[in-house]
T-cell receptor, first 116, second 115 residues
């Protein structure tokens, strides 16, 4: 079974621009979560989508948004980029049931975003 | 607020030394616990997990972890590390139900194994 895929793998943008990152979950997984990974903060939860609806959200400004399509693929958008948005953005998929066991998450390789 | 603490930020060990990485979380009740590993240049992989039952959990590559509910801890151990264990290790706790549930990560421990 193919793993979680993320595109693009690397991205360079300038301040003020916007960016869209894409994530394709493992086949059959209905939940997609996004995380921001930085050296100082570790992995910070951005949001989770399940069946095209945002199910949970972390403490990030409204510039960070996402969506999920009917095939469970998800996109994350960051508008008005700031230097501090430079990070590795990780996507994780899970089966999506509310029981903890089925929330086990499988991670993609990430998108490395650099904001200049 | 939920928090997960990993007190060792950077650990340097010689090959064959024993490893113990600490993980503590700040809330009670039912939790699901995970250790993930991120090898250099690779994506995050699940090392082991605890949902219920035997508090001593065995994972891949000879790693194990012990859940001690009274201490809110889930420490990772390995009796003899190898150079290939050089990586960053993250403890994670899943708590809550429905829309209030989420996976919270610790800040990670960078393990460097020297030959």
């Amino acid at each position: 079974k193919a793993g979680v895929t993320q595109t693009p793998r690397y991205l360079i943008k300038t301040r003020g621009q916007q960016v869209t990152l894409s994530c394709s979950p493992i086949s059959g997984h209905r939940s997609v979560s996004w995380y921001q990974q930085t050296p100082g903060q570790g992995l910070q939860f951005l949001f989770e989508y399940f069946s095209e609806t945002q199910r949970n959200k972390g403490n990030f400004p409204g510039r960070f948004s996402g969506r999920q399509f009917s095939n469970s693929r998800s996109e994350m958008n960051v508008s008005t980029l700031e230097l501090g948005d430079s990070a590795l953005y990780l996507c994780a998929s899970s089966l999506g049931a509310t029981s903890g066991r089925y929330r086990e998450q499988f991670f993609g390789p990430g998108t490395r975003l650099t904001v200049l | 607020a939920q928090s997960v603490s990993q007190h060792n930020h950077h650990v340097i060990l010689s090959e064959a030394a024993s490893l113990e990485l600490g993980c503590n979380y700040s809330y009670g009740g039912t939790v699901n616990l995970f250790w993930y590993v991120q090898y250099p240049g690779q994506h995050l992989q699940l090392l082991l997990k605890y949902f219920s039952g035997d508090p001593l959990v065995k994972g891949i590559k000879g790693f194990e972890a012990e859940f001690i509910k009274s201490k809110f801890s889930f420490n990772l151990r390995k009796p003899s590390v190898q150079w290939s264990d050089t990586a960053e290790y993250f403890c994670a706790v899943f708590k809550g139900a429905g829309t209030a549930s989420k996976l919270t990560f610790g800040t990670g421990t960078r393990l460097q194994v020297t030959l």
